[in-house]
Nanobody, 116 residues
Framework: QVQLVESGGGLVQPGGSLRLSCAAS????????MSWYRQAPGKERELVAT????????NYLDSVKGRFTISRDNAKKTVYLQMNSLKPEDTAVYYC?????????WGQGTQVTVSS
């Protein structure tokens, strides 16, 4: 079975940091581009960050540039999102996605809450 299992979410204060992890299984992880999406209550899902299959290219949502870093370890079949200088507007459910052309796999989502 295809699985994307996320961990690392939680509650942090503004200015704090979190590191999200997404462990993959059941497909050829190294062939897929990986992304993190997020969705806040009442808002549409938005793409936060992407990383190419070999990790050579990354792209970020403008509002997280300089604060978030996406990385991957193909040997561990895991993608990460390091989130620093967190703001209340970063509060959302974060989803891990694997994509290869028209193939797409999703994780279950993990809650990130940034609040005083």
């Amino acid at each position: 079975q295809v699985q994307l299992v996320e961990s690392g979410g939680g509650l942090v204060q503004p200015g704090g940091s979190l590191r999200l992890s997404c462990a993959a299984s059941g497909f050829t992880f190294s062939a897929y581009a990986m992304s993190w999406y997020r969705q806040a209550p009442g808002k549409e899902r938005e793409l936060v960050a992407t990383i190419s299959d070999a990790g050579g290219r990354t792209n970020y949502l403008d509002s997280v540039k300089g604060r978030f870093t996406i990385s991957r370890d193909n040997a561990k079949k895991t993608v990460y999102l390091q989130m620093n200088s967190l703001k209340p507007e970063d509060t959302a459910v974060y989803y891990c996605n694997a994509a290869l052309w028209r193939l797409s796999h999703w994780g279950q989502g993990t809650q990130v809450t940034v609040s005083s």
